[in-house]
């Protein structure tokens, strides 16, 4: 009997220590724990908040500025930029462009080729939109010449019917411009498909070849290339032009205007860009020293 009170009084002295110790743990650190619950708990709701926020706001973006009633997009060269339309507003020239999927010439010189002759890299670089590489780059000459001049789509690269004649606005082709040349009397397009497929064979291999290799490859990429291209003045002028503007469904006043007056005299007259001299970091200093 007195061995059980023993153990009864062991028990029950050991439940009043536990009781001790957690009452101590609560007065000591209960505190504590409640407040970082708190604060962890706080700082949860407040990211939750702001990411809220910042869908909502993505989802006002995209409502306002990618998805208004009518939106542009621009192909860049480097990647595809959406905006919304305003009605009227000089910059937006409703421009959709694209990456041409077909043309070998852009495997290597990308989708915005001129980059060197500052004056008219920019008139360069719009015509590319709907003009191929080769229509300027290749002079035809000859037996080889057929004259003939065709629209492909960018994207699956089959011959189309003139995106002018069926009234899709300027800067929204979604063709370009191809030369057709003579081939044992038969016009064929230029850029046949064993002409893509080595370029871009070379181009998947370009870093495994060795230098000769690569020069031995360009040649045959650029053999027809000519050393100079055609200029703004073989298409822009009425007695001869490159193109037959209305092979290529261009309507009379469209072409009237490719082959105005005014085009012309910019073209001859606009043949260097002058920068004001305040723009040169030298000007002015040799004033002060006087």
């Given at each position: 009997?007195?061995?059980?009170?023993?153990?009864?009084?062991?028990?029950?002295?050991?439940?009043?220590?536990?009781?001790?110790?957690?009452?101590?743990?609560?007065?000591?650190?209960?505190?504590?724990?409640?407040?970082?619950?708190?604060?962890?708990?706080?700082?949860?709701?407040?990211?939750?908040?702001?990411?809220?926020?910042?869908?909502?706001?993505?989802?006002?973006?995209?409502?306002?500025?990618?998805?208004?009633?009518?939106?542009?997009?621009?192909?860049?060269?480097?990647?595809?930029?959406?905006?919304?339309?305003?009605?009227?507003?000089?910059?937006?020239?409703?421009?959709?462009?694209?990456?041409?999927?077909?043309?070998?010439?852009i495997e290597c010189h990308g989708d915005i080729p001129h980059d060197k002759v500052k004056g008219i890299r920019a008139f360069g670089n719009m015509h590319a939109s709907f003009i191929a590489c080769q229509t300027c780059h290749i002079r035809l000459e000859g037996v080889a010449k057929s004259?003939?001049?065709?629209?492909?789509?960018?994207?699956?690269?089959?011959?189309?019917?003139?995106?002018?004649?069926?009234?899709?606005?300027?800067?929204?082709?979604?063709?370009?411009?191809?030369?057709?040349?003579?081939?044992?009397?038969?016009?064929?397009?230029?850029?046949?498909?064993?002409?893509?497929?080595?370029?871009?064979?070379?181009?998947?291999?370009?870093?495994?070849?060795?230098?000769?290799?690569?020069?031995?490859?360009?040649?045959?990429?650029?053999?027809?290339?000519?050393?100079?291209?055609?200029?703004?003045?073989?298409?822009?002028?009425?007695?001869?032009?490159?193109?037959?503007?209305?092979?290529?469904?261009?309507?009379?006043?469209?072409?009237?205007?490719?082959?105005?007056?005014?085009?012309?005299?910019?073209?001859?007259?606009?043949?260097?860009?002058?920068?004001?001299?305040?723009?040169?970091?030298?000007?002015?200093?040799?004033?002060?020293?006087?």
């Open positions: 009997m007195k061995i059980f009170f023993s153990r009864l009084y062991l028990l029950a002295f050991l439940a009043l220590t536990a009781g001790f110790i957690f009452l101590i743990w609560n007065l000591t650190f209960g505190e504590i724990l409640e407040e970082y619950h708190q604060r962890k708990k706080a700082t949860e709701i407040v990211k939750d908040r702001e990411q809220k926020k910042k869908k909502r706001e993505e989802i006002t973006f995209q409502k306002v500025i990618l998805e208004g009633d009518e939106t542009v997009k621009h192909y860049l060269g480097y990647r595809i930029l959406q905006e919304k339309r305003i009605e009227g507003h000089f910059h937006h020239i409703d421009f959709d462009v694209g990456p041409d999927k077909i043309n070998y010439c004259g003939i001049f065709k629209w492909y789509d960018r994207t699956t690269g089959e011959i189309v019917a003139s995106p002018v004649r069926a009234g899709v606005q300027p800067g929204t082709y979604k063709a370009k411009i191809l030369p057709f040349e003579t081939i044992d009397g038969e016009p064929q397009r230029i850029d046949t498909q064993d002409k893509i497929d080595f370029a871009r064979e070379y181009e998947k291999n370009e870093q495994s070849l060795t230098e000769v290799q690569k020069s031995k490859a360009k040649k045959i990429i650029h053999k027809q290339v000519s050393k100079k291209p055609y200029t703004c003045a073989d298409c822009h002028q009425r007695e001869a032009p490159l193109l037959s503007f209305e092979d290529l469904g261009y309507p009379k006043h469209r072409i009237d205007t490719i082959v105005s007056t005014e085009v012309i005299g910019m073209i001859k007259n606009y043949t260097q860009l002058y920068i004001p001299r305040l723009l040169d970091p030298g000007f002015g200093q040799h004033q002060s020293k006087q």
